[in-house]
């Protein structure tokens, strides 16, 4: 099946700093999602992104299907941002997703 | 804006007790999943349905589970005997059918602790 890695698997950053998260991918993709896991365990869908670049806020995000990766930056960090972050795609003509292992941000005030 | 919600949000149960866990997917959507994710580990896909069917479901989803669409609204997961290795958390999302986005919804969880 399809391989998916993020980096890195630990982040810890000041209060206003910018992060960039990365997703590497093994195979064509219909589907690519990027998820803040918060504190109670929730998955908050943050954008749904299998080519192009898309803004948020301070969120934006940009997949780049040809070279197999997407990329999340966060900019101006607050400690709210603080949680997991999981990429999961969708492989072409495949209905399930599967996640990656996630990066674990932590944000210090 | 339209939601999946999933209830209970946390149900303890004792070993080789049955469970049922609901899902309201939102309500155009005709793709409808089942995810769990172990404490500490990452998210894994359990099962597709659609049309009334299983379409695909993984090695995780052995003869324990079934799921069902009752009626037009809920889904359903069910363990039929639980074991300590169930303990986890069962995401529901959905899906609509017929547009070019392949964007799956999900559902807040249901956190199960098997005792």
């Known amino acids: 099946g399809i391989q998916v890695e993020q980096s890195p698997p630990d982040l810890i950053l000041q209060e206003g700093a910018n992060s960039t998260l990365r997703c590497n991918f093994s195979d064509s993709v219909n589907n690519l999602q990027w998820f803040h896991q918060n504190p109670w365990g929730q998955l908050i869908n943050l954008f749904y992104i299998p080519s192009g670049t898309k803004q948020n806020g301070r969120l934006s995000a940009t997949t780049v299907a040809t070279e197999r990766y997407s990329l999340l930056y966060i900019s101006s960090s607050q400690t709210t941002d603080s949680g997991v972050y999981f990429c999961?795609?969708?492989?072409?003509?495949?209905?399930?997703?599967?996640f990656g292992t996630g990066t674990r941000l932590t944000i210090i005030p | 804006e339209p939601e999946v919600t999933q209830t209970p949000s946390h149900q303890v149960t004792q070993m080789g007790q049955e469970v049922i866990l609901r899902c309201v997917p939102i309500?155009?959507?005709?793709?409808f999943y089942w995810y769990r994710q172990i404490l500490g580990q990452k998210v894994e896909f359990l099962v597709s349905?659609?049309?009334?069917?299983?379409?695909?479901k993984s090695e995780i989803f052995d003869d324990q589970f079934s799921v069902e669409r009752p009626d037009g609204s809920n889904f359903t997961l069910k363990i039929r005997s639980t074991k300590l290795e169930d303990s986890a958390m069962y995401f529901c999302?959905?899906?609509?059918?017929?547009?070019?986005?392949?964007?799956?919804?999900f559902g807040p969880g249901t956190r199960l602790t098997v005792t």
């Open positions: 309500s155009n959507h005709l793709y």
């Open positions: 349905f659609y049309n009334n069917e299983i379409s695909e």
């Open positions: 999961a795609v969708g492989p072409t003509g495949n209905e399930k997703l599967t």
């Open positions: 999302a959905s899906r609509r059918v017929g547009t070019s986005s392949y964007e799956q919804y």
